[in-house]
């Protein structure tokens, strides 16, 4: 419990450190900022409820607030358009933006599904086959019910596997089998539970510790045409669409941290995903 604080408690010093420094050293040799702008950027939520209850969960309040931020204020994106534009089929605006929410779990529905659909905002969820078909509970918040994935479908959710069980890829000691069932099992057992394609994947953790080229071959090789990590970073129209990169939102965010994580504030973050495993949090390994 005191290294969880500890390490919770650091990461917050970290992050302001970080985006404070990014937002002086903006103004003072970037003027308004433009050249932050580039590529696309993939937010990371979490859970959304009234009263967070972790670093990973947002408030209704301030979800509604940075929602409203990016309608006004950015290109939204879907992985729809992300995997046509790496396809070179299409353009995008430098510095759009993309919603995801992984873990699936029941505040997406109940509090981010009436303000993503308010401020029109393209988004996707990853949903843990294993959480959704047992109804079971991820750091005690209920995950989403099928028949509620259905719903945020219609209403322009895109759809994604977070693997069968959650555990890391590649931390775990899985063998061929095991990894396959994580990847290409989670698909085939979304697509005929919610009787809808499966084509995106989200890493668990999705940091270099849970990623390598093992797991990047077995999703590959389980269908999936795009798949996200938990790296800090933008995407370049070169990069590895299995290998996306994305930026966390954290409870503990202002808005104008917020603002400053959509122009790079966070992607010096990267370092602590490749390297500083202490300031990451506990992996489920089984």
């Given at each position: 419990?005191?290294?969880?604080?500890?390490?919770s408690e650091a990461k917050r010093a970290s992050r302001a450190l970080l985006t404070t420094s990014h937002r002086y050293l903006r103004q003072l040799f970037a003027g308004d900022g433009a050249r932050t702008l580039q590529g696309v950027r993939i937010l990371t939520y979490h859970d959304v409820r009234p009263v967070p209850r972790n670093d990973w969960s947002v408030?209704?309040?301030k979800f509604a607030q940075q929602m409203r931020f990016l309608a006004?204020?950015?290109?939204?994106?879907?992985?729809?358009?992300?995997?046509?534009?790496?396809?070179?089929?299409?353009?995008?605006?430098?510095?759009a933006i993309a919603v995801t929410f992984d873990d699936g779990l029941q505040g997406v529905f109940n509090y981010a599904l009436p303000v993503v659909e308010?401020?029109?905002?393209?988004?996707?969820?990853?949903?843990?086959?294993?959480?959704?078909?047992?109804?079971?509970?991820w750091d005690g918040e209920p995950a989403l019910s099928p028949d509620q994935i259905r719903v945020m479908a219609k209403h322009g959710f895109l759809v994604g596997s977070h693997g069968r069980t959650h555990v890391s890829l590649a931390?775990?000691?899985?063998?061929?089998?095991?990894?396959?069932?994580?990847?290409?099992?989670?698909?085939?057992?979304?697509?005929?539970?919610?009787?809808?394609?499966?084509?995106?994947?989200?890493?668990?953790?999705?940091?270099?510790?849970?990623?390598?080229?093992l797991v990047v071959a077995a999703v590959q090789d389980a269908?999936?045409?795009?798949?996200?990590?938990?790296?800090?970073g933008n995407n370049g129209s070169a990069q590895d669409p299995l290998q996306l990169k994305r930026v966390k939102v954290e409870r503990m965010d202002s808005l104008s941290t917020?603002?400053?994580?959509?122009?790079?504030?966070?992607?010096?973050?990267?370092w602590i995903d490749n390297h500083a495993t202490?300031?990451?949090?506990?992996r489920r390994t089984q």
């Open positions: 419990m005191m290294r969880e604080k500890i390490r408030s209704v309040c006004d204020h950015h290109t939204l994106v879907s992985l729809d358009d992300i995997l046509a534009w790496l396809a070179c089929k299409c353009d995008i605006a430098e510095g308010q401020y029109r905002i393209p988004a996707t969820v990853f949903v843990v086959e294993e959480s959704t078909l047992k109804s079971k509970t931390a775990s000691a899985l063998n061929r089998e095991m990894l396959a069932a994580e990847t290409a099992g989670s698909r085939t057992g979304l697509e005929n539970l919610l009787a809808m394609p499966i084509r995106y994947f989200a890493y668990p953790y999705g940091t270099k510790r849970d990623v390598n080229a269908g999936y045409q795009l798949a996200l990590t938990s790296v800090h917020y603002a400053e994580l959509l122009r790079g504030g966070m992607d010096q973050w990267a202490w300031l990451q949090s506990t």
